[in-house]
């Protein structure tokens, strides 16, 4: 369960603008205009307190007129680095909402992450976005486990997908090697700093178990799902149908 914050939506109190060179910020009507070109800055942030493991959820509605809009939220780790904890490329003219969803690393050297729209120095394009309608809802911390990815996947004759009619999220694609492995790759990436738990189990009609294994942070993110008889791996090639429920938490 996510609870909603009091935020400005006329991107003011709360809110922190950084430009620099030709960069330009604005706000007029409730709208957010940032635009630049080359290395110039034309932003603003807002600073949220957060916890280690807490689920941030930001939206807004935006739109582009330059060669790349984007929206992030990050924070800084131990060794002093800004960290982007999810970001999104704004893709239409017209306005339309955009959400991004992150977890709070345990790594986390200060007690905050920060929401940044608009063009920073390092992207260099010509850029111009913008921005209103903005939203902010966080969820629970340490007292409980947040659930990044989860669904069914189906094995049939060495055919693999996720199954139709159960509920899936954050999956991005599963594939089978031919023999032993179905590889999993989430949608959004994780972080080796996050270390998320992988579970995996599978139906009583099978005899064989699933294990999961070889989890690949970063960008993307995937892991890899093996059966065994207890003894050995097995070559499911040929099995005419097996299931697997997947879970990752933090």
């Known amino acids: ?6 935020m400005d939506k006329g991107f003011c109190n709360g809110w922190v603008e950084r430009s620099s ?11 957010l205009s940032c635009s630049g070109s080359g290395t110039d800055t034309a932003m603003k942030d807002y600073w949220l307190p957060a916890l280690p493991g807490q689920v941030v959820e930001f939206s807004c509605l935006a739109r582009h007129s330059g060669d790349e809009a ?11 680095n800004f960290v982007n904890l999810d970001w999104i490329n704004v893709t239409g003219s017209e306005f339309r909402r955009y959400k991004l969803r992150c977890i709070v690393p345990y790594d986390s050297s200060y007690g905050w992450v920060r929401v940044v729209l608009g063009k920073w120095g390092t992207m260099s394009v010509s850029y111009g976005a913008d921005y209103k309608d903005p939203s902010l809802a966080v969820g629970a911390g340490f007292a409980s486990a947040a659930v990044l990815a989860l669904g069914l996947i189906r094995l049939q004759a060495g055919v693999v997908d996720l199954h139709p009619t159960f509920r899936s999220y954050n999956i991005a694609a599963v594939s089978f090697n031919g023999t032993y492995t179905v590889t999993v790759t989430l949608e959004t ?3 080796a700093s996050m270390r998320p738990l992988v579970f995996v189990s599978g139906t009583p009609d099978a005899c064989y178990m699933p294990l999961a294994g070889s989890f690949t942070a970063g960008s993307p993110t995937t892991f890899i799902v093996k059966w ?12 005419s149908s097996l299931y697997v429920f997947v879970k990752v938490e933090m």
Do not use: E, K, Q
């Open 189 to 191: 990436p994780c972080y």
């Open 21 to 31: 060179g030709s960069g330009a910020v604005t706000v007029a009507d409730d709208v």
């Open 1 to 6: 369960m996510l609870t909603p914050l009091v």
């Open 228 to 239: 065994t008889d207890g003894t050995a791996f097995v070559n499911v090639s040929a099995v």
């Open 70 to 80: 984007r929206i992030a939220i990050d924070n800084v780790d131990y060794s002093g």
